[in-house]
């Protein structure tokens, strides 16, 4: 979506056009929900940190700076809901250990096998590790954009990625997982 | 050439941002290093791997889902979903602190209807020809300052009661001491028209006594 329309977006969404809204949550929620999706491993929470994040978004969007790009913005609010939904999660999980395994509501697309292998590897990364690569490959998003969202230079997002990549390596190619 | 400038190269290569530069050192690097071909073959089929890798679409619902929630918001709210509603709304997300407000608001209500049962209608302060007070089992109150010589001391069964008025300026305070053990209950009462005398009641296990005391109210002789 080119920047321009974002805001002409945003500011009709002010005045109280809901529709305008609507235009916006069109436009950004499939990156968006693959970002979340791809963050915490899980539909169910994906969907519910997405619409989480875009009702926060709506009430916030007055702090909105039109100097700044509308994705960068609304992408640090779906990454701050989707560890938001990651802290829960584990304080439940730590709460729920002697119930039976909740393994049957993670993300697992039975007919893919690669794809699960690679949202297991993706899991296992460090946060910091998982959002560039999320942010590289299923956003496809720039160093420069990546950068922007993550708040840290170039030549950070850079480094994480390649060492993001080191870890992916040991974890799917030495294992076995090949392209097709 | 280091491992973390190789590292960038690769990174940038695959990214598609490396410059004619980048590309050429790097070109000279694989060819001439096996380990650096190799981490550059295995970065490539990762790559591709994780292009591969499906996207998935948002939920169908999702955008609907979202545009009434922020209806909502925008309605006003019903006077029911006031400070009440936000009230058990807090309590439901933060149960210690619930708890803690049930147990205060319980444990007030069963003082209140303690008292009420056990003293009646509440004591005009300004005007001590009606005031009285009971207490059940207190070991000692001492309200006034020491000094008090009019007194009068009940015995009721176990319990030894003893009233002291002040003398000389202790405002409307009394003072009273209990021994014994075992459930008491005790009375003071202003008793009209004189104003100077308070009748000292005391109760145990079903028997009464009682006993007047003058005072002086206003803290003369």
Redesign the interface.
Known sequence: MLPDHDKELVRKTLAGD?RA??EL??SC??????LA?RLLGN?EDA?DA??AA??KA??KLHTYDCRYRFFAWIYRIVMNEALNSLKTRRRHEELDDRLPDRSDNRWSPER?S??RL??EALMRLPMNYRQA?VL???SDL??KEIAEILSVPEKTV??R??SA??L??RE??HQG???? | MSYEEL??D???MI?G?ATPRQAERLQRAISGDPEAAELFR??R???????????????AD??A???E???A??RPRPAADGWFATLVASFSRRPKLGFACAFSAGLGTGVLLLVLATRGPWPDLQNHERTSGTMINQPAINQSPPGGDRSATLNVREHRVTLTTPQGGAGDDVRLEVEGQGPIAITLRGVAPTDSVVRLEVEAAGELRQKDVEWNPRGGN
């Open positions: 809901d809204f609507g949550v069109d929620q499939t990156p968006l929900y693959n999706l539909r969907r997405l619409q875009f009702i709506y009430t893919d690669q794809s690679v949202q690569i590289r490959y299923w720039s160093h850079k480094s990625l390649f990549r080191q992916l390596i799917l190619i997982v090949h392209a097709r | 590292g960038r690769i990174s940038d990214d941002v295995q970065m089929e990762l790559d591709t791997v994780l292009r591969d890798s499906p996207s998935e679409r948002a939920p999702l955008k889902a979202v545009l929630s922020v209806e918001l925008r």
